[in-house]
């Protein structure tokens, strides 16, 4: 998934709506 701050996270907590 793609974060909020631009990284690849397995984590849920910052999934951006554009993956």
Do not use: L, N, V
């Not at 690849?8 to 999934?15: A, I, V």
């Amino acid at each position: 998934s793609c974060t909020a701050s631009g990284r690849e996270d397995t984590s849920m907590e910052y999934q951006s709506d554009s993956q």
